[in-house]
């Protein structure tokens, strides 16, 4: 797994380029309200790829920083879902508790279950997220009084914020937006400081890792809680703008998608698979509008990425641009 | 007496288990590939079971025509997807395998596996055996004869015949197995289609019991996944114990305290477990 996009040497000007691309491109997402008044649905459609956008960040933040590949990330994703919405109905509708109380028990419960996880070695680890997220999907049929079972968890009161309440869709999604944007802010923050160092020296080699004196074990723990924790505010979101959540959010097709989104965006480009994320979300709905099988082609196209892609379309992408860019070197020299 | 006939039904499973895991074990002694897709092969089993039972094929039948379709399919899919990526990293195979079980259900769901399933039990074992006191359905008395009488037979197979010294091989070291001049090519399409005949078998037999629809095979894809964990990774002996534990856990935790919060008994023993010996049973699992 290389890291080209994340170290490629930038020169200045390339640098004040890309900044101001990403700059037009947050100004772009956050303008979304504002263009589609009169399609109330794609507005709909458009938020739900932030939470996906969102959720996709956070299996990159594991998978991408410290190499664990999670094949149950949507255990923590339904996991928040369910919590904030049994909370919601139960003790109050304010986010302003209602979402770190979410963070806060996904971290005691992630740090318990992630304690003996990570200790495992790749194909044990990857395995057992997979169990856990069946057990979770399981959990809320044993539940089912608490979280309504088969029907999903219906009639998640309406979220207030400081006393006014959050319903207006253009809101929304600048919640949800906002969230992300700090997602990512604090995602490239933490590449470049020296936890981000010391996670990817772990992807790149654990035992060497080791051996300048890295607390290998904390480490990956502290990755697996910080994924765990951003994956399941995601989940508490989704719950709360849903205003329902269903068992289908913890099933592993779920944590397939997720992992799909990471693999085409690219892992550990952290821009990649949020891109990814909303433009998987945007097809899988045109695509399922258009025929049943959806699932078909989701699991074709799985196949087909990671033979033929497995650095992911953009990688694929920016592979070509830069041999391209080398040819062109080339020719002029 | 509820006991008793738990534990008997435990061994049924254990045994179901086994047939299923045994196929997962080798797959990944052999290719080092984890094969997510077991459970679709599984499932497969069991709508293949329900189309040839609609189709007019008797039971006896499928029994054997089932697993050799899959079988069949086993070695196509080696051939033509998992040797693309045979040499690449570890985290390929994973997401490759787990691909393909979603594109099997997805299949699956097209050919009515939406629906579930129940393949009729031929007239021949429709009766009831008593041991003592306890009943048990002769069905389940077949079905545990059927998983153990083949899991014997692969394990003689392995332990005598040509192909098994080589799939002990490059099991236990594929670098030499390969300077011996074993083609591991080759082998590997044999090792999935024969882990794939394998769990569609038992797809087609536990169909009368477990019923069929498209991702009948999750669940007991999971219980194999704990069950080779227990074992280690790799392990066949390792996996045989294994699978009666895991058989019994599920069925007594079912018993007593419900389905589905046995499997998080199960669960929270096999991290317990992991905690002390993460290499199985016999402490010779792998650990990559």
Sequence with gaps: ?333 | MLAASLALNGLVMGSVLLLFSLGLTLIYGVGRIVNFAHGAFFSLGAMAGIWSANSGLPFWAALFVVPLGVGLLGVALDWLVFARIRDRPMVDSLLLTFGLALLITGVLYELGGRNVQILAIPPALQSVVSLGAIKLPMYRVFLSAVAVALTMALLLFLKNSDWGLRVRAANDNPEMGACLGIDREKLMHSVVGVGAALAAISGVVGAPIFTAYATVGDKILILAFMTVILGGLGSLRGAIVAAYVVGLITVFGEGYFGGQLALMLLFVLVMAMLINWPRGFFGEGRTE
Excluded: C
């Excluded at chain 1, 100004?27 to 589609?36: M, Y």
């Excluded at chain 1, 979280?147 to 207030?160: A, C, F, H, K, R």
């Design chain 1, 1 to 333: 797994m290389s890291d080209e996009i994340a170290t490629m040497p930038m020169p200045g000007t390339d640098r004040r380029f890309t900044g101001l691309a990403l700059l037009a491109a947050a100004a772009l997402g956050a303008s979304v309200p504002l263009w589609t008044e009169n399609m109330p649905f794609v507005l709909i459609l458009a938020s739900q790829a932030v939470v996906a956008a969102i959720v996709a960040l956070s299996l990159d933040l594991l998978m991408g920083s410290t190499g664990l590949l999670s094949f149950g990330h949507a255990a923590w994703y339904g996991f928040g879902a369910y919590l904030t919405g049994i909370a919601a109905k139960m003790l109050t509708a304010d986010v302003v508790v209602l979402l770190p109380l979410t963070v806060v028990l996904t971290i005691v419960l992630s740090a318990i279950v992630g304690f003996v996880l990570v200790r495992q070695i790749g194909k044990t680890f990857a395995i057992l997220t997979l169990a856990f997220g069946q057990i979770l999907f399981a959990l809320v049929f044993v539940l089912s009084s608490i979280t309504g079972g088969e029907d999903g968890l219906q009639g998640i009161p309406i979220p207030t914020a400081f006393g006014f309440q959050i319903v207006k869709p253009a809101v929304w999604y600048w919640l949800l937006y906002g969230v992300l944007l700090v997602a990512l802010a604090g995602a490239f923050h933490i590449r470049r400081s020296p936890l981000g160092k010391a996670w990817l020296a772990i992807r790149e080699n654990t035992e060497r890792a080791r051996f300048i004196g890295l607390n290998v074990s904390l480490l990956k723990l502290l990755s697996y809680i910080v994924s765990a924790s951003l994956a399941a505010l995601a989940g508490g979101l989704f719950a709360l703008f849903n205003g329902a959540a269903s068992p289908d959010l913890l099933n592993w097709f779920e944590s397939g998608k997720v992992l799909m989104y990471v693999v085409l965006g690219g892992v550990g480009t952290i821009i990649g698979p949020v891109i990814g994320a909303a433009v998987f979300t945007v097809t899988e709905h045109y695509v399922s509008s258009i025929t049943d099988s959806w699932l078909i082609y989701f699991g074709g196209f799985f196949v087909l990425i990671v033979i033929v892609a497995p650095g992911g379309l953009f990688g694929a992408v920016s592979n070509l641009w830069q041999r391209i860019a080398a040819a062109r070197r080339g020719m002029s020299a």
